[in-house]
């Protein structure tokens, strides 16, 4: 396996880990990244809560959403969420699928989500709104069928989050930092939205505003930022990987790997 991609199964559950521990995901809700060698595949979690998920349990999808090498894993059901976003959206390369609180209200009564500070700018200039129910019809709202997750992929269009009628949101990146500072703001943004509604009338950025305060956020200063400070705060949590007793984390696996690339160039 490359550096590349152990670093990326490891980034998959860091993202994981950290969206948990933020509050955006809880036992549901799951992350994906492309895989860094090969566009038509992404790496998704075997079926775990996200708080819970190890470099190990991160499996290759191809586009179809099944899986490159079976395994006897469960598996998520909404797959086809990572699946046909990163068919519609070759700049798109980490996908979050959350149902997180502070969304919540927005997902249920279709109120207009909007960047209401600088940061949420993150969310973008347009939030769609997906109901399963309009082409569908009456489902238990699990996005499982390949033609439910090209609507929501359709419906998500060019832009940063779509939300979902009654269930969620999904959200995705140029990247996977970009992705979390994303999915964070766009929660937090939610909940300014929420409160200051209860205060007043509330004035959101103008077009102009949210475009250069959007590239503001998506500049490694900001995501590499963030994703440090996020990374610590698991830390102190004790959440991080290879932390869990009697779990082989990421970064011991990545020496292991290393140590016996060496002995076996020396012995060349
Ligand atoms: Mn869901």
Redesign the pocket.
């Known amino acids: 396996m490359s550096d590349r991609l152990i670093d990326t199964r490891a980034d998959v559950a860091r993202a994981n880990r950290i969206l948990a521990n933020e509050g955006v995901l809880d036992a549901?809700?799951h992350v994906s990244v492309r895989h860094p060698g090969d566009p038509g595949r992404y790496l998704l979690s075997r079926s775990r809560a996200p708080e819970l998920v190890e470099p190990e349990d991160v499996f290759e999808f191809d586009l179809n959403s099944e899986l490159v090498k079976p395994t006897n894993s469960r598996l998520y059901a909404?797959r086809v969420i990572h699946g046909e976003i990163y068919r519609a959206r070759p700049d798109v390369n980490a996908v979050v699928?959350?149902?997180a609180p502070a969304m919540m209200p927005f997902c249920i009564t279709g109120t207009s989500l909007v960047p209401v500070f600088h940061l949420g700018a993150a969310l973008g200039a347009k939030v769609p709104f997906w109901d399963q129910k309009d082409e569908f019809g009456d489902t238990n709202?699990?996005?499982v069928k390949p033609e439910e997750g090209r609507s929501l992929a359709r419906t998500l269009g060019p832009h940063n989050i779509v939300l979902?009628n009654r269930?969620?949101a999904t959200v995705v990146g140029a990247s996977v930092q970009e992705l979390v500072f994303r999915a964070i703001y766009s929660c937090r943004n939610a909940e300014f939205q929420f409160q200051a509604q209860a205060l007043g009338a509330i004035k959101p950025l103008s077009p102009g505003e949210i475009e250069r305060a959007g590239k503001l956020s998506s500049l490694p200063t900001a995501t590499h930022r963030t994703w440090e400070y996020w990374l610590m705060r698991l830390e102190k949590s004790g959440r991080a990987i290879g932390r869990a007793p009697g779990i082989a984390g990421g970064r011991r696996a990545r020496l292991v790997t290393s140590k016996k690339k060496k002995v076996r160039g020396r012995k060349r």
């Open positions: 549901f809700g909404e699928h959350h149902h709202l699990l996005v979902m269930h969620g």
